[in-house]
């Protein structure tokens, strides 16, 4: 079975469309997300497996940097959708899972820190 590619690589792929790059207020916020990922000492689960915080930071920042070299990635939402949500080979969603907790899925663990992040600004 060949895996999906999410609609919107798809679009991009088929399309060649690009979008404005992040301001620096969107890069400060991206940063901030990949280093409290880092720093959670939570688990990161990507195709069925899970691995540490830190690892997780370096592929999700691994997936930043080509978002950005595509102009793919306009600011923190557009990061979590396209890059922090779901693998983009095989399509299943991220999760994490901090100490005895149950699994969350990625795009709300990081959503709700970004939101978290611009209340204290």
Known sequence: MTPKLPIWL?????????????????KNEINHLLDYLAQSGC?????????GSKEARDHLNDKYQYLLKKDWVSNAESFIERGATQSSISGKAYQVRCGAAQPVASAAWLKAELSRYRQRK
């Open 10 to 26: 798809f679009f991009c792929l088929s399309t060649g469309t690009a979008i404005a790059a992040p301001t620096p207020t969107a």
């Open 43 to 51: 688990e990161f689960n990507r195709n069925g497996s899970w691995y």
